[in-house]
């Protein structure tokens, strides 16, 4: 598992990568900001990741940011887990 790349739910739809890059370098120095998009509609999936250079800064960004507001909308902040770890979930068929 990374230690210093963090899974961050709750993206208000509007909000850019920079807007997050921005917010979460008051922890630290932000490696790299995503936020997932929808293949099909090209809109937000409203979750991303944020890879911060060294674990203590993730760490303080987890402190800093979990549960609090972003933007209008309450943030989820924690590790990221390696999609390997997950449990396999069944492929919904349109």
């Known amino acids: ?10 993206i208000p739809y509007t909000s850019t990568k920079e807007d997050l890059r921005k917010h979460f370098e008051a922890a630290g120095e932000v490696k790299d ?3 997932i998009m929808d293949k099909m509609t090209n809109r937000s999936k409203g979750f991303g990741f944020v890879e911060m250079t060294n674990p203590a800064d993730a760490e303080k960004a987890i402190s800093m940011f979990h549960g609090k507001e972003f933007m209008g909308r309450e943030l989820t902040v924690n590790l ?15």
Do not use: H
């Open 33 to 35: 900001a995503v936020i």
């Open 1 to 10: 598992m990374q230690e210093n790349k963090l899974y961050v739910g709750g």
């Open 80 to 94: 990221a887990r390696p999609m390997e770890a997950r449990e396999d979930r069944p492929r919904r068929n349109f």
